[in-house]
Structures are given as structure tokens and as C-alpha cells.
């Protein structure tokens, strides 16, 4: 008899657990990935964005927006603080904003 309620209480603490586990893991993976069409629309080009559209960027006033035009063309977005166009901090704020998009 103990042995059965003790392979009872088992079974329940599995179940419980595993219930908890999957509760907090099941809203992360259920939200669906954005399509590489809806992660792109919303971004500034680096090489066609005019100098209001790059002010408008945070961090970025007439003095970065005029370099970053000075120095187009960009092969990758992250050529800003490889170049040193704009500082790294300055780079982190607007980084989920911008994309270096290659002319055909």
C-alpha cells in the first residue's frame, strides 16, 4: 500500500512539474518568427535613407546623419562603428532600426 501511494505521489510530482515546465516554456515558442519580408519593411536603409529620415533615428543628429551620408555606400549595417561613423552606444539604440540594403 505505501509503495503505491508512493509511486502515486511520483507520478503527480512528474506531472506537475512537467505541466509548470511546459506552461512557462509553451508562450515563447508559440510565438511565431516574423517572415523575412515583415523584419525588413519596417527598417531604414543606411544607403538611400535621407538625412531627416536619419535624424529621426535615435542618437542620431545632423553631424551623424551627414556622415553617414558622406560615407555610403554600406556593405553591412554594422560598417557604421567599423568605420567609425557613429559610436558603438549610438549604434546599439538604432541597430533593431536600420539595414544596409546592396544596390542591383
Not at 59 to 71: P, R, S
Not at 84 to 97: D, G, L, V
Amino acid at each position: 500500500m505505501r509503495t503505491q501511494i508512493l509511486i502515486v505521489v511520483i507520478i503527480a510530482a512528474v506531472f506537475v512539474t512537467a505541466c509548470h515546465n511546459q506552461a512557462t516554456v509553451l508562450p515563447i515558442a508559440s510565438k511565431p518568427a516574423p517572415s523575412p519580408t515583415e523584419s525588413t519593411t519596417d527598417l531604414l536603409d543606411i544607403n538611400s535613407a535621407s538625412k531627416a529620415e536619419l535624424e529621426a533615428l535615435p542618437g542620431i543628429g545632423e553631424a551623424y546623419a551627414q556622415k553617414i551620408i558622406d560615407n555610403r555606400p554600406y556593405r553591412e549595417k554594422t560598417d557604421l562603428v567599423r568605420l567609425k561613423i557613429i559610436p558603438e552606444t549610438t549604434y546599439k539604440a538604432i541597430a533593431n532600426k536600420i539595414i544596409a540594403r546592396h544596390k542591383q
